[in-house]
């Protein structure tokens, strides 16, 4: 996860958007709509737009720069001061945002350098909830946002004895829990949350859609979808097209998960043909999957033939000997090291003198030398995967440091927890034999475990990761009405992921409300193509690296020739159509499922033969 995505316009949509798929944050205030800046009268000219570019890019740079240092105090030295520090540093950017973002449209119909255009095209997307010109409505969106990001940053679920649950004890039960009671009790409690924001999100959607309409588009929905370099229709149809790819992949994924849950919890709980009821996916919303392999683990198949967590366990590695093997992945590619702030100002540890946010993520405080990652790193192989994860932000953020500061993001929105996620798929056996973990590589019989456990949470996400937004771009659109919100999540739910809500429910609740991304309004597409995509780099990385085995066993590491192709591609940030970047880097110019599929196929088989002559599909 990406805290904020640089002290430059890569952090244009402000801290909402690099809230990662599951994390919450602390919500700051909602920008309230500003004056724009100061213009001459009379038509405006290609001369007084660069000015204005220039003028916005110095600004906010600024502004994030701030932002940043507040916000970072806040998270790793949480106090109430530090807290109200990094709202008002966070506020003062947002309203400075939207403020250069509305005045950006009065050079729409002036003939600019392409370059120009994309940057201010870029700068006016960065309102994910455009305000109506009306002032008074304009605050009145804003009070709506905040309420409903609060609200959730508050919920908990409190059962009759008086216990209250907050997000991470009902995270840490449903992961582990195996008493089906407890996980329903536990799953309706927290959905409650949601229903108090019903009404609030509707006329949240009416402001949003009024302030795109002034923007030139049919509809919020749209807007979001017009970030993507192609027609907002066309990238709907593309992110179609990709699920079809893989659906029968998560088809078959589905069928082994429930046939193994209904001999754990019984038919009468799980049938053996219909959908699988969401409280018994080890997570909340259902969205990863992985919290339960225990239950689902291959029986009649080699284990992994390894324990990650044994083998750093044995070597007693610390907080930085893990974080080092993070970085001489990328040194050994060809990549600069990390520079010495790094080491003496990221968070590796959890204080023992003062509360920090421990959610790992990675940060850029300042577009230069200034990176970061804040973890509470514990000698698991989860956290060694992660840091490998949030390096691979890092090295993103140095490389197109160099580009101006409203394309210093990635490509698309995918692009940055991409890149972090094929780096960590090169964990590999054969990589922790190279680096002196491992002793021998397991033979290939051990890769079926090794890939389930991965599909529980890259497969399984796939379809959650579509529909959430598939569902906004409903309601913006007016397709899905306030009266049919529920049911259409659920429709969603059932005809995408295969799974069912534990208890009833009815349009008296209001389910998306208890995801943190519908009432943060944080839109959800980038980790859809984030799953795509990551697989889509890796490949196309080991063929740089020259390896020619099965593709879930490669490791690009100590490929020089690996690295320069990851470094041209991480310098162009955003500053060109993302296909173009796609295509130099892969010789793809779509997105495409086919390397996932690859990965995936010796599982694949090994799910369809334990599947035979069971029901498959819902």
């Excluded at 990761?465 to 999540?489: C, E, H, M």
Aim: glycine share 8%; charged share 20%.
């Amino acid at each position: 996860m990406q805290r904020i995505l640089s002290a430059g316009l890569g952090a244009l949509a402000v801290a909402a958007a690099a809230a990662c798929a599951g994390a919450p944050r602390t919500p700051a205030p909602a920008p309230v709509a500003q004056p724009a800046p100061a213009q001459s009268a009379g038509p405006a000219t290609p001369g007084e737009a660069a000015e204005f570019i220039a003028q916005t890019e110095a600004e906010l740079r600024n502004l994030a720069l701030r932002a940043n240092q507040a916000s970072w105090t806040a998270a790793t030295f949480i106090t109430v001061d530090t807290e109200a520090m990094s709202a008002e540093a966070q506020k003062n950017l947002a309203v400075a945002v939207q403020r250069r973002a509305l005045a950006a449209r009065r050079y729409d119909a002036v003939q600019l350098p392409a370059d120009q255009r994309r940057k201010l095209n870029l700068l006016k997307l960065a309102l994910v909830a455009p305000p109506p010109g009306n002032p008074e409505e304009a605050t009145e969106l804003s009070q709506v946002a905040a309420s409903m990001e609060a609200d959730y940053g508050r919920g908990q679920y409190c059962k009759a004895g008086g216990e209250c649950l907050d997000i991470g004890d009902v995270t840490r039960i449903m992961a582990t829990s195996r008493n089906e009671a407890e996980l329903r009790d536990v799953w309706r409690g927290w959905n409650a949350v949601g229903a108090p924001m019903r009404q609030r999100y509707s006329r949240f959607v009416q402001l949003a859609n009024k302030g795109a309409g002034e923007l030139g588009h049919s509809d919020a929905g749209a807007m979001w979808r017009a970030g993507y370099d192609m027609p907002a229709d066309e990238f709907s149809a593309e992110v179609e097209r990709l699920w079809q790819q893989v659906r029968p992949l998560y088809v078959s994924l589905h069928a082994y998960v429930r046939q193994r849950l209904a001999e754990q919890y019984g038919p009468n709980v799980v049938p053996p043909n219909g959908l699988i009821p969401a409280h018994l996916l080890g997570n909340v919303w259902a969205q990863e999957w992985g919290n339960i392999y225990p239950l689902v683990a291959p029986r009649n198949a080699a284990g992994p033939g390894y324990d990650l967590t044994e083998l750093i366990e044995a070597k007693k590695l610390d907080a930085v000997q893990m974080t080092r093997f993070g970085e001489r992945f990328f040194t050994s590619m060809g990549f600069d090291s990390l520079p010495a702030t790094f080491w003496q100002r990221s968070q590796l540890v959890q204080p023992t003198d003062h509360e920090a946010v421990c959610h790992a993520s990675a940060w850029d405080i300042d577009d230069e030398e200034d990176l970061r990652i804040k973890m509470c790193i514990t000698p698991t192989a989860e956290d060694f995967v992660t840091i490998h994860h949030e390096l691979g932000h890092n090295f993103y953020q140095r490389a197109y440091r160099g580009q101006p500061p409203l394309f210093r993001n990635g490509a698309n929105d995918g692009f940055h927890e991409a890149i972090g996620d094929a780096v960590a798929l090169s964990i590999t056996p054969d990589y922790l034999r190279q680096v002196g973990l491992l002793d021998r590589v397991p033979p290939a019989a051990a890769d079926t475990a090794l890939l389930l456990r991965q599909a529980m949470d890259k497969v399984a996400f796939l379809p959650f990761g579509l529909l959430v937004d598939k569902w906004r771009w409903g309601v913006f659109s007016g397709q899905i009405t306030p009266a049919n919100y529920n049911a259409a999540w659920w429709e969603l739910r059932n005809r995408y992921q295969g799974i069912s809500a534990p208890v009833a429910r009815s349009e008296a609740d209001f389910d998306p409300g208890a995801k943190y991304h519908i009432p943060a309004n944080t839109p959800y597409m980038r980790y859809f193509l984030a799953r795509v995509l990551q697989f889509q780099f890796y490949r196309a990385l080991c063929r740089e690296a020259g390896y020619t085995g099965p593709l879930h066993r490669c490791s690009f590491y100590g490929s020089k020739e690996a690295g320069a192709k990851l470094q041209t591609m991480l310098e162009a940030g955003q500053s060109r159509p993302w296909q173009e970047t796609l295509y130099a880097a892969t010789g793809e110019r779509t997105m495409d499922a086919g390397a996932m599929l690859e990965y995936f196929a010796p599982l694949k088989a090994w799910l369809d033969r334990q599947n035979q002559g069971k029901p498959v599909g819902w």
